[in-house]
């Protein structure tokens, strides 16, 4: 199993909920983050903002879904501007699955998905 983590703007962040649960992928974690990458912020006038408002995804899915739940966050958080600031993807192996209401261990790729 992997991890997904996702940072997309804000105002993408329903449409690539909506698009993974319309093809099987119901369970996803989303907070509001806020931070910067490669255009270092924004300006807007005079007024400089360091940090700008994003939307963090995260979610665990099967080794063999993850190229396909990958492309279709790129193709549904794109806006097409051709800018930064559409957010950044990252990919990480989950080593060990618990349950907690039960405290049983499961196989990390023996299927289903979700957190």
Known sequence: MVMIRAIVRPDKAE????ALMADGFPSVTR????????????KIGEVSYDEIPKELLLMVVRNA???FVVERIIETARTGKGSYGDGK???SPVD???TVSSGVKEEPDAGGAGA
Do not use: H, L, P, T
């Open 65 to 67: 879904d993850k190229e």
């Open 96 to 98: 060990e699955v618990y």
């Open 31 to 42: 907070m509001n983050v806020s931070g910067r990458g490669k255009q270092r912020g924004i």
């Open 15 to 18: 449409a690539v909920m909506a």
């Open 89 to 91: 993807i990252f990919v």
